[in-house]
Every structure is written in C-alpha cells, then in structure tokens.
C-alpha cells in the first residue's frame, strides 16, 4: 500500500495545508479516505482530478467532507461527462448533508455518488479489506483499519481514548493519528487526543510507526506535540504534511 497525504489540517484549513484527506493506494486502486476543505486543490497536484476509485467519509464534520461537495460539480459537468456516480461509504446522513451543502434543487447527488452507510464491521473495498469502528467524537465517528498483502493501516479520525481505537490500531504498521491537542492543557472530553495520548495508543496497540496528524497550527504547538508522543512511544514518528507519501 501507498499513503498519500492530500491534507492534515485539524478542524479548519492552516497556512500551509487542507484539511484532512488521505489518498490510499494498492494494486492500481486509488481510496480516497475524508475529503476535506481545499484538498481538492491537492488532489490535482498529487494525484489527478479523477483519481479517486472510492471514497471513504468518517464523519460529516465539515473539515472531513467539504471538497466532496465542491466534487460533484468535476464529476457531474465535466466536458466529458458526466462520469459514473463514485460509491461513497459514510455515516447515514451523508447524502442529505452533501446535497444540502451543495444546494441541490432536487435535494440528491446520487447521480454522482453511489452511497453506502457505514456500520461496525469488515468489508471489501476495490483490493483493500476494510474494518471500521465507532469511536469517540460528538458525532458518529469511524475510524478505519485497511489491510491489503498482509500490511496494515489504522487511521483513527477525530476521537477522544476509546477502546474502539486501540482495536483497529493493533498490531498496524502504519498508525495515522490525529493530535489535536496539547498535553499539559484542559481540554474538552470526548472530542479528540493529545500527542501523548497518541503516543500511548501507539504503544498498547505495539504499531510499527506513528503518523501524527490533525494538528491545529492556529493554537498548537508542533514541537510540544511531537516531544508528548515521543515520551509515550519510542518508536518511528512524524507530523505528516501534504505532499508526504509513505510505503506500507
């Protein structure tokens, strides 16, 4: 497998990168896992405007789907299309949030979408085995495990500590993580991790690699964040950036 990052912005778009999106690539299948605001910009300059095979959505918080939005009009008026609708696999309320942000008259973009409701569990999608968890976020939150030629990556999406996430992490090579927070600080519960708590989870879980991700730069800080994760676990990590791709 091949990870792409698109965007890793935690919560609103920052100087220098989108929110989240995450390209993942094997056996000529391209997932495209959140499509958050402004990664559409990086998706042309990483990848290809129709690059995406399928689409991943964890959560419909606007930092994780926007660019899907602005999506339907590549796929739907393109001089050569409109092309296939492209399967989706998202919380439930997906279609209607799509169509009501894009403003659709007939209220549907399932024309350009094929959606699939996403529940606890382990399905096929293109060459990848995919399992899925609720995890702990104000909304109905996924994170994802993918598994393709015995190689494993856990992405944790937005959450708090959860047991859901220790799951899916354990044993992965590759652990992308979000670390919204700063250790040291109140923090709201429930809502998302620290670097350390990151950390933590990357150690119980025994992965190969950290990837941290979901930082704020408005309020954060990176040195602090990356110094927590590193008390808690003493093996490879790094804060990603767009641009970055990794072999799994």
Known sequence: MRLTVLGCAGSFPGPESPCSAYLVEADGFRLLVDFGSGSLSNLQRYAGLHAPDAIILTHLHCDHILDAVTYVVVRRYAPD?????????????????LAAAYGQEDGTV?????????EPGTFPIGPFAVTVDRVNHPVETYGVRLEHGGRVLCYSSDTAPCDALLRLAQDAD??????SYLDGVENPPDLHLTGGEAGEVATKAGVGRLLLTHLVPAWGSEAHTVASAGAAFDGPLEVVRPGASYEI
């Open 81 to 97: 299309g409109p092309y296939p609708s492209l399967p989706v696999y998202a919380p439930a309320g997906a279609p209607d949030r």
């Open 110 to 118: 399932e024309d350009v979408y094929q959606f699939y409701a996403l």
């Open 174 to 179: 590759t652990f992308l993580c979000e670390a």
